[in-house]
């Protein structure tokens, strides 16, 4: 299996800290745990192209950063003023941040904790260590498994926090589960939709992209949402 379980054994260990640490904590483990994961690739054998991470890639992937990041701006810039959908941005979690608590969540805690680590470890590590051994199908199904597993902890508080969900499951212990399980799902194809990013534009950077202008962005009207007027 090569690094295949070693690099599984260490996000494992990425998942316990950071759903454990205190907020000072967070970033510093997720840009630890994404250098090990890179560590761990490179004595496996992979190559920075394998990783999404290699030169030839660069630009093709900016391109199709940009495109991506613009596209969920968009749609975000119109969802708040609906209201079938400005629900959904009414979480409980970001109403009470301050200016201060929010600039450091969409441009730290996001891009450099959340993002680099997920996107290291389930576009970047895994998909080339599982694509090199079974191929892209197999990459993308087994990567993106993982992927909505890792969601399983921070999605238990949904029905609390996310007006949306409330509506949708309820509240209690079944209605806790549901949401998990939905949150699970749901993570998981967007996992898929992330490789496939990944797959076509031969770059990390798309799927970082996307990544980041859906949580960073989404604070940030999730915030003005909860705002007066």
Known sequence: MGMLLPAVAVLAVA??????????????VCVAAAAV?????????????????GRSSVRRGLRWGLVLAG??????????????????????????LSAGELVYRVFVRVPFGTVLLEEVAFRGVLWAL?????????????????????????SRGLTRSNAAVEAVFGTGGSAVALSVGAAVVGTG??????????????????PVALHCALNSAGYALAWL???PG
Do not use: K, Q
């Open 71 to 96: 596209a969920v701006l968009a749609v975000y810039a119109v969802a708040p003023a609906l209201p079938f959908t400005r629900e959904a941005f009414v979480d409980r979690r970001v109403a009470g």
């Open 225 to 227: 949402v909860a705002r």
């Open 15 to 28: 998942h316990a800290l950071v759903n454990r640490v205190g907020p000072g904590l967070y970033v510093p």
């Open 37 to 53: 994961l890179v560590l761990l690739a490179r004595l496996g054998g992979i190559t920075w192209d394998e990783l999404g991470m």
């Open 189 to 206: 194809l967007a996992g898929v939709a992330f490789c496939e990013v990944r797959r076509r534009s031969g770059s990390l950077i798309p």
């Open 130 to 154: 599982l694509r090199r051994r079974w191929g892209t199908g197999w990459a993308t199904a087994g990567s993106s498994v993982l992927f909505g597993l890792w969601h399983i902890v921070p």
